[in-house]
């Protein structure tokens, strides 16, 4: 399960929108326990593939080492990630599974449909290393604003 | 030195978000952190005994891949080395807009 509270899922969709035609990005700070990865914070990313904005995203490292960095001092971890698929399903395609290694972390997909957010899904990579891991479906569930 | 460990890592680790381990170089550093944690090997390194391509691993603000002695480079007991698994991806081809899907769609 991904635990998400509504004003960042709505936030992480609104991301998508702004960024349309080309895919958002970002990354999911919380913590992991048995029932699942818990968002604390949701931290928008560049996307550095400029050359394929539409269907490509990508975070550079050393963003990430500052996330990470920043995540650090907030006494969370990194839990997953989110990106856009402009005009495209909230489905992960070989691409985002070929470049996931992330294992037990979430990676959200939202499809925006002619600049709308429309679906959006999460997939929990599961596995122990490169030659085993799997996506699998991870319910979400959105908590209640405060 | 300390490392950074990210979170998918921190399995072979015993759940250590930071451990410290000897070495005066990236290579010895690496050394001492696969022989304290061996399970970390195979995921950090290929069959080649090089980091995996995903693998990207900063001293400090700096790639290693961009350092003048790579893996040689020398690093004090004060520098941080972090490990951090690259992130990246995309729908890859764009639905027609007479379509839902792709043909390379794992939903098909």
């Known amino acids: 399960m991904l635990h998400i509270q509504y004003n960042d899922y709505e936030a992480m969709r609104a991301h998508g929108e702004e960024t349309y035609p080309h895919e958002c990005c970002g990354v999911l700070l919380g913590k992991s326990d048995a029932e699942g990865n818990h968002v604390v914070q949701i931290v928008r990313a560049g996307n550095t ?3 394929s904005a539409h269907n490509r995203y990508n975070i550079a490292p050393q963003e990430l080492v500052k996330i990470q960095r920043q995540a650090r ?7 997953g990630f989110y990106h856009s698929h402009p ?3 909230a489905q992960w395609s070989p691409t985002d599974f070929a470049e996931a290694h992330w294992i037990g ?42 | 030195m300390n490392i950074h460990i990210p979170t998918p890592l921190r399995a072979y680790t015993g759940g250590a978000e930071t451990v410290s381990v000897p070495g005066t170089t990236v290579a010895e550093v690496f050394t001492a952190l696969t022989t304290e944690y061996p399970e970390l090997k195979q995921q950090l390194f290929n069959t080649e005994g090089k ?4 693998v990207n691993v900063y001293v400090n603000d700096e790639d290693l891949r961009y350092l003048p002695s790579k893996d040689a480079t020398q690093v004090a007991a004060t520098d941080e080395l972090t490990i951090i698994p690259s992130i990246a991806g995309g729908s890859a081809v764009r639905a027609s807009r007479n379509s839902l899907c792709c043909s390379c769609c794992p939903l098909l």
């Open chain 1, 49 to 51: 593939r400029t050359d």
């Open chain 2, 51 to 54: 980091l995996r391509s995903f």
């Open chain 1, 73 to 79: 001092g907030l006494g969370l971890d990194i839990v």
């Open chain 1, 87 to 89: 005009d495209h399903p």
């Open chain 1, 105 to 146: 972390c979430s990676y959200v997909i939202t499809a925006v449909e002619k600049g709308e957010a429309a679906i959006t899904n999460s997939f929990l990579l599961t596995g122990t290393n490169e030659e085993d891991k799997k996506f699998a479906d991870q319910p979400i569930e959105i908590g209640v604003a405060v």
